[in-house]
């Protein structure tokens, strides 16, 4: 099976940075794009920044200039680097990565547990 595990969250107050970070494991043969979504309470789940195989970037408008998506493929790790956080970054944030494992013929969505970050004014 594989699995995403998240860690990093936490509180922090605003202007403040945090260090988001995902590990993959399991039967992975390749992972292709990599990527943080996170949900607020009462609202839908949003793309955050995604990271392909070869490092091209895409960020929502909102954290451009402020977040910084990177990855690790030796160690099948995503990391986000979040600097300048505001009140309404605050949501729980999900780990996806797009995977090809041993056990399927095809490529799947994996998501994490989320991590919850929460800035304060």
């Known amino acids: 099976q594989v699995q995403l595990v998240e860690s990093g969250g936490g509180l922090v107050q605003a202007g403040g940075s945090l260090r988001l970070s995902c590990a993959v494991s399991?039967?992975?043969?390749?992972?292709?794009?990599m990527g943080w979504y996170r949900q607020a309470p009462g609202k839908q789940r949003e793309l955050v920044a995604t990271i392909s195989s070869g490092g091209s970037t895409n960020y929502a408008y909102s954290v451009k200039g402020r977040f910084t998506i990177s990855r690790d493929n030796a160690k099948n790790t995503v990391y986000l680097q979040m600097n300048s956080l505001k009140p309404e970054d605050t949501a729980a944030y999900f780990c996806?990565?797009?995977?090809?494992?041993?056990?399927?013929?095809?490529?799947?969505?994996?998501w994490g547990q989320g991590t919850q970050v929460t800035v304060s004014s």
């Open positions: 399991g039967n992975t043969l390749s992972i292709n794009v």
């Open positions: 996806n990565a797009y995977i090809l494992t041993s056990y399927a013929d095809s490529w799947s969505d994996y």
